[in-house]
């Protein structure tokens, strides 16, 4: 494809993203990613994601008057997901993409199936103190090679048993910051040239698009409806990834 081909293909695939966002409060790379590598190479994708999700996820993290207790409370894992999300970018110009690729399809089907079929796991207060700087610093690995923060982040904001406007805010604002680690990362690293930088902002407009229409579906959604449709999109987007090694 050429630029321009890939710019428009960027268009739609990113409004598919925004709107299963908009339902899950998650899904944008889960929907794009896969997409976005059939046209164009892992770290491509990547870039054009990093302004779709930092924005998408900082309009999702201030809804809802939820922004400041949830920051009170995750702090100390959003900041070792920023830290290690900037550094592990190096592993996108170290690791080979079907490494990379394997990693990715394998831990967005394993992590959300342990989630959905062991809902009795707790993570009961006392213990966040010690396990939000770990699972922040896991995810921000997985997001800094990947952009898919979600299967760790996932994991752990299920087992806290939040609502699902709750849930929405808190893993809105986990990817905020880890997006930013991962634009930062790139950044740094040289991995993004800034033809992709000027991409990544246009199709910021489908995402918001589709972001607006999805939230309309969620506000109707069962929580019953809404686990489950988050564990299907994470399995098919897995095996999507492991299907390229074949």
Same mark, same amino acid.
């Given at each position: ?10 268009? %739609?695939? %990113?409004?598919?993203? =925004? ?12 929907? =794009? ?11 491509? #994708?990547?870039? &054009?994601?990093?302004?779709? $999700? ?7 993290? @201030?809804?809802?008057?939820?922004? #400041?207790?949830? *920051? !009170?409370?995750?702090? +100390? ?16 110009? &170290? ?5 990379? *690729? ?14 959905? *079929?062991?809902?009795?796991? !707790? ?7 010690? $396990? ?8 921000? @690995? ?5 952009? @898919?923060?979600? +299967? ?22 986990? *990817? ?17 040239? +800034?033809?992709?930088?000027? &991409? ?5 407009? +489908? ?16 929580? !019953?409806? @809404?686990? !489950?449709?988050?564990? &299907? ?14």
């Amino acid at each position: 494809m050429d630029s321009a081909e890939i710019l428009l293909y960027s268009l %739609l695939v %990113l409004f598919l993203g =925004g709107l299963f966002k908009g339902v899950a409060g998650l899904g944008l790379p889960l929907i =794009g990613m896969p997409l976005l590598t059939l046209a164009v190479d892992l770290k491509t #994708a990547v870039a &054009i994601l990093v302004m779709p $999700l930092v924005a998408s996820n900082l309009f999702q993290s @201030f809804q809802g008057g939820l922004f #400041a207790p949830i *920051f !009170r409370r995750f702090w +100390p894992l959003l900041l070792s997901l920023f830290v290690v999300g900037v550094v592990s970018t190096k592993a996108l110009v &170290i690791l080979p993409e079907q490494v990379l *690729f394997a990693i990715i399809g394998i831990a967005l089907i394993i992590v959300p199936t342990i989630a959905h *079929f062991r809902p009795d796991l !707790r993570v009961v207060p006392g213990q966040e103190h010690w $396990l939000g700087p770990l699972v922040g610093a896991a995810a921000g @690995f997985m997001g800094g090679i990947s952009s @898919f923060y979600g +299967p760790i982040l996932l994991l752990y904001v299920v087992w806290l048993r939040l609502p699902k406007n709750e849930f929405v805010v808190a893993i809105s604002q986990m *990817f905020s910051i880890g997006a930013i680690g991962l634009a930062l990362g790139l950044f740094a690293f040289g991995i993004t040239k +800034p033809v992709q930088f000027g &991409i990544s902002t246009i199709v910021c407009v +489908p995402v918001f698009a589709g972001l607006w229409l999805g939230q309309k579906v969620r506000f109707r959604m069962s929580e !019953r409806g @809404f686990a !489950r449709l988050i564990l &299907i999109t994470y399995i098919v987007s897995g095996a999507t990834f492991l299907l390229k090694l074949v």
